[in-house]
């Protein structure tokens, strides 16, 4: 797993530093990750700078890889099936018919190419 340099954020903020430690691992943590990213003062807050909002979420995404139990984002689930037949219809889904593995990249690369041309026509 890929280091996160949080040296930045935490001098700037080092109240941050302390709740973010004391709470790593616990729902509260998870909750004050994504209460960050919010505007919860009716548009008073100034915001982070994009090197802060991007330390931010690589921590709330660190946070939900290491601790999955607390992310509870609503499970899309048809009234029909019971979850475990959900769950494994969307497996299925994601799997694909193999041959969408080599054309994703191609349409990444495609849009990539358009992007890139588009900049150099307008910039």
């Not at 019971?82 to 018919?97: D, F, L, T």
């Amino acid at each position: 797993m890929q280091t996160i340099d949080t040296a930045a954020l935490f001098s700037r903020y080092p109240h941050l530093a302390k709740k973010i430690t004391m709470s790593w691992g616990n729902q509260e943590c998870r909750d004050m990750l994504v209460s960050l990213m919010s505007d919860s003062r009716a548009g008073n807050r100034t915001g982070f700078s994009h090197e802060d909002a991007k330390t931010i979420l690589l921590l709330l995404d660190r946070h939900d890889a290491l601790y999955p139990r607390f992310n509870k984002e609503p499970e899309i689930v048809t009234p029909a099936r019971p979850a475990v037949a959900a769950r494994k219809a969307m497996a299925k889904r994601s799997e694909g018919n193999g041959l969408m593995r080599y054309i994703y990249p191609f349409l990444a690369l495609i849009g990539f190419a358009a992007t890139f041309k588009a900049y150099k026509i307008f910039f």
